[in-house]
C-alpha cells in the first residue's frame, strides 16, 4: 500500500529549505556514511558529544514534502504518515526496546517501528486518515500509547517535525498497515 511515499529530506537540522526528496522507504532502510554514526552514538554516554553526533545526521519531514520546514501551511504534498516518538527517558519503566518494537508490532496501524538513533527509544510510523487532522490523530494516538502505559513525545504533533536518520538491523515493518481513523480533540 505504501510503498513509494516521498519525504523531504534535510542534510542539517537548522535548515529550513529540504535539500532533496526521498522514498521513505529508501530513507528507513537505508543503511550508509550515517550508520556508523548512529552506531558511535549508541556507544558514546557524554551528552554534548551524542547531540553532536545527533546534529549531523540528516533528517526527513514524515508528514510530506514541504517547501519549508516552519509551519504547516508549507505542505506541498502529505504522505498521510505520522512518526511518534518513544523515548527511554519519558519510559523509564520500559527497559527492552526490542520487546517494545514486537510489542508494538502488533497494533494493526504500525507500518514501521525502529530503533532511535540514540537507541535509547523507539519511532513508529502510522497511516493517518487525514493530514488536515494531523493534530487530531496524533491525540488519539498520544492517548492509545498512554492507555498501554506509554508516554510519547509530545513534539510528534507538529506536522512538519524533523525525524533524524537511524538504523535499525531488525525493524518492524507491515506494508499494509491499517489506516488510523481516530481523533481526538482537546480543545473541549
Known sequence: ???????????????????DQINIWS???LKDEY???????????????????KKSLPAITVSGIFSRR????????????ICVDIDGKD???????????????????????????????????IPYEDYRKHKLHFYALEQDFKDMGI???SSC???CRLR?????????VNFDAEVYTHTLDKSS
Do not use: Q
Open 27 to 29: 530513507w528507513l532502510m
Open 91 to 125: 519510559n523509564p519503566s520500559i527497559s527492552n526496546m526490542e520487546k517494545l518494537k514486537e510489542r508494538l508490532g502488533k497494533l494493526s496501524y504500525i507500518m514501521y517501528c525502529g530503533l532511535s538513533a540514540s537507541g535509547k527509544g523507539v519511532f513508529c510510523i
Open 164 to 172: 533524524f536518520y537511524s538504523y535499525d538491523e531488525h525493524p518492524y
Open 157 to 159: 504533533s507538529d506536522i
Open 1 to 19: 500500500m505504501m510503498h513509494n511515499v516521498k519525504v523531504s529530506l534535510f542534510y542539517r537540522k537548522e535548515a529550513i529549505v529540504p535539500s
Open 70 to 81: 516552519k509551519g504547516k501551511t508549507n505542505l506541498v504534498k502529505p504522505s498521510n504518515l
Open 35 to 53: 550508520t556508523s554514526i548512529v552506531e558511535r552514538l549508541r556507544k558514546i554516554s557524554d551528552d554534548e558529544e551524542r547531540k553532536r553526533l
Open 151 to 153: 508516554v510519547v513525545d
